[in-house]
């Protein structure tokens, strides 16, 4: 089992920036990969970044530019850093990981952009 807890959502206005973290614990041996889906109200639950085990890195095409997404090894932590946001960046954003073929959730953490 892997656990996952995530921080930093909250709210923004247009064009600010905000940095999501989540932590792992647990079976972490054997992580391929992790990264960040987000679901907003009424729409499918998208993939927003990962990164592998090896470092690689993916995001889906209307971030690109805009969020990166980062780990810290010795912390079992995953960063994804939003900046220029956009009020359809507003989502509840869900961590995960992927291990050994099985995914694993945080709890999700909001992120509201607005004026």
């Known amino acids: 089992q892997v656990q996952l807890v995530e921080s930093g959502g909250g709210l923004v206005q247009p064009g600010g920036s905000l940095t999501l973290s989540c932590a792992a614990s647990?079976?972490?041996?054997?992580?391929?990969?992790m990264g960040w889906f987000r679901q907003a109200p009424g729409k499918q639950r998208e993939l927003v970044a990962t990164?592998?085990?090896?470092?690689?890195?993916h995001y889906t095409d209307s971030v690109k530019g805009r969020f990166t997404i980062s780990r810290d090894s010795a912390k079992n932590t995953v960063y994804l850093q939003m900046n220029s946001l956009e009020p359809g960046d507003s989502a509840v954003y869900y961590c995960?990981?992927?291990?050994?073929?099985?995914?694993?959730w945080g709890q999700g953490t909001q992120v509201a952009v607005s004026s």
């Open positions: 995960y990981s992927l291990r050994v073929g099985v995914h694993y």
């Open positions: 647990g079976s972490i041996f054997g992580i391929n990969a």
């Open positions: 990164i592998t085990s090896g470092g690689s890195t």
